[in-house]
């Protein structure tokens, strides 16, 4: 078996990915491509640029939710997908709140301010208004989306049925950059969500990543308090 993920590990992208091939027990190698400096030919794997990408032997992929979708086709125990079609559906509609409703927000005003940037250059602090646009995005535009996922979550284990899916792994990679980037959902307003949070990251698949990550992309994680 050769099975390649590339793409850096900041991505909650690439994340996803990693973690649904630890939950299924499967070896990989790592290639962080940067999408911003890749290397030649990465658009053969990936036409839009983007990551992850995915190798398994010759054979090539792109885009998380399709990775995981062929992952699960082609190593289907443990499964990450619920079997009853409406459960199905259910879990990929969070993947795909989380994909397409919290990575706008939280990428471009969070994650790439307060962490990226400042990395990119060395370390210089975020630009002036950085902090504060960050706050009101989070509390403002963020907040309503994590009420929902706390009404989702209810008094459940997991988001759909009742073992982890990807909907669970989707939730949990992608609220990691907010974590590093110092924003958690507060225990207070989102206790079921934060819960939920505490648990899915002491998982050994997520746990590895972020302690991997968290010297690189998280040294804004001790800003958490609450
Ligand atoms: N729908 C894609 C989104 C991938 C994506 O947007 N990745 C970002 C990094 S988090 C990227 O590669 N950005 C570089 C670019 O857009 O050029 C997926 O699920 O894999």
């Known amino acids: 078996m050769s099975l390649v993920v590339l793409g850096g590990g900041g991505s909650p992208f690439v994340r996803k990915v990693r973690v649904a091939l630890a939950e299924k027990g499967l070896d990989y190698q790592h290639d962080p491509v940067n999408p911003f400096a890749p290397p030649a030919g990465y ?3 990936s ?3 983007k990551i992850p990408a995915f190798k398994d032997g010759d054979r090539t992929l792109c885009d998380s939710s399709v990775i995981c979708a062929y992952l699960e086709k082609r190593y289907p125990t443990p499964a990450l997908y619920p079997s009853d079609p409406y459960d199905y559906a259910r879990a990929l509609w969070v993947e795909e709140f989380m994909d397409g409703g919290l990575v706008p927000l ?3 005003n969070i994650f790439l301010p307060l962490v990226l940037k400042p990395l990119l ?5 975020p630009e002036p208004g950085a902090e504060e646009n960050a706050r009101k995005v989070w509390n403002e535009q963020a907040g309503p989306l994590l009420g929902y996922l706390e009404n989702q979550l209810g008094d459940n284990d997991w988001f759909v049925g ?4 990807i909907a669970d792994i989707a939730v949990g990679a992608i609220l990691v950059n907010p974590r590093h980037a110092g924003f958690a959902p507060e225990r207070k307003r989102f206790p ?3 819960g939920f949070l505490d648990r899915i990251w002491s998982r050994p698949s997520f746990k590895k990543l972020i302690d991997e990550d968290t010297p690189v992309f998280g040294k804004r994680s001790a800003l958490i308090t609450d």
């Not at 250059?121 to 602090?125: F, I, M, T, V, W």
């Not at 009742?162 to 899916?165: A, I, Q, T, V």
């Open 121 to 125: 250059s060395g370390g210089k602090p």
């Open 106 to 108: 939280v990428g471009p």
């Open 192 to 194: 079921k969500l934060r």
């Open 47 to 49: 036409p839009l640029g």
């Open 162 to 165: 009742d073992r982890l899916s």
């Open 43 to 45: 658009r053969d794997i």
